[in-house]
């Protein structure tokens, strides 16, 4: 008897906001594996905010995705059948197998992970593409130093919640901004940030003033539209700002900088930049996130589906914040 892959497919670009209409959920049979294939179950899909720029066709550091294919992902899950030998049932993996339930590959992106210490789905979070994100972001262009103040939008975030804990181990003072008075309780209480504010609620620029009283040396970006604005305007002389995301703008809306000058009279630093770039450091980022996780020394959150067919909407939910930290689906 032939398996069925269950699958959900971009089959429309979004005019404006996405909706559940974009996207199609299908069933594949499954093919017989060729000689240097593998197939892995998914157990979990990782949602994350730049799949939502993968939906529009426009320039961009990636190619958008092609209508009426499986909509991108990351993925984490078990071997179940293979002709590679690198590779052998009952393998954990991580790879892009996307949203789907089995993901088939010749083995080039799929990477074997140990869940002794660490659980499957933090591959995908504090242990993965977003957690490197984090480090990197940091590290990389921050480059924090001790006494300094760090800065995090979407603080509560599977990216932010990395910045600021590592900025904290750095000897920073970190502040997190954060939708809603549960995120920021938990970016203080259970992260360990020096402050956080709401930007749902008060005023965003003289909050986050008295959250920065010597001001801002380090920023990395999320989120951009009036959180940027706001903290460009608490920024020291030759602070560094990382743009990791721009979620405001994901909806096609123009999110034009209120003082753009301040980059010149602050001589700052402002740096976008794309993980997957930097293949070279991932190695020592993940080495040093894998030993925290596993010695319970990095806080980390998720929010999980359960099921194929509610990704649409969990994702949807993500691009408005209803998440609390890292956005995932539960597969099996």
Not at 114 to 137: C, E, Q, R
Not at 183 to 189: D, G, H, L, N, S
Not at 276 to 294: C, F, I, K, S
Request: glycine share 12%; net charge neutral.
């Amino acid at each position: 008897m032939t398996q069925t892959n269950r699958q959900i497919l971009l089959v429309s670009r979004p005019q404006g906001a996405a909706s559940t209409d974009n996207f199609r959920l299908v069933e594949t049979p499954l093919a017989p594996l060729a000689e240097g294939e593998v197939r892995v179950r998914n157990h979990f899909l990782s949602l994350d905010p730049y799949m939502r720029g993968r939906m529009n066709d426009s320039k961009s550091y990636a190619a958008p995705q092609a209508l009426d294919t499986v909509m991108i992902g990351g993925t984490v899950g078990e071997v179940v059948e293979s002709r590679n030998a690198k590779f052998k049932a009952g393998d954990k993996v991580v790879g892009m197998a996307g949203w789907q339930e089995y993901g088939t590959s010749n083995g080039a992106d799929l990477r074997v992970v140990d869940t002794t210490h660490v659980p499957l789905s933090a591959y995908l979070g504090p242990v993965g593409m977003p957690g490197v994100t984090g480090w990197y972001g940091l590290n990389g262009i921050i480059k924090p130093q001790a006494g300094q103040t760090v800065v995090v939008s979407a603080a509560s975030g599977a990216v932010g919640s990395v910045v600021g804990q590592l900025a904290k181990r750095a000897g920073c003072r970190a502040v997190g901004i954060a939708g809603g008075a549960e995120k920021c309780r938990y970016v203080t209480e259970t992260l360990g940030f020096d402050a956080c504010v709401d930007y749902k609620a008060g005023n965003l620029y003289q909050d986050l003033k008295t959250a920065t009283p010597e001001g801002v040396d380090g920023y990395f970006e999320n989120v951009g539209g009036a959180v940027l604005d706001a903290t460009l305007a608490r920024m020291n002389p030759f602070g560094r700002i990382a743009v990791c995301g721009m979620i405001a703008g994901y909806d096609g809306e123009p999110v034009p900088l209120k003082f753009p000058q301040l980059i010149l009279t602050q001589r700052l630093l402002v740096q976008g930049f794309i993980v997957t770039e930097h293949l070279d450091v991932w190695p020592q980022a993940l080495t040093e996130l894998g030993t925290l996780v596993g010695k319970q020394q990095l806080v980390y959150r998720e929010s999980v589906a359960d099921g194929l067919e509610n990704a649409p909407e969990a994702f949807l939910g993500m691009l408005k914040g209803q998440n609390f930290g890292k956005q995932l689906v539960k597969l099996i």
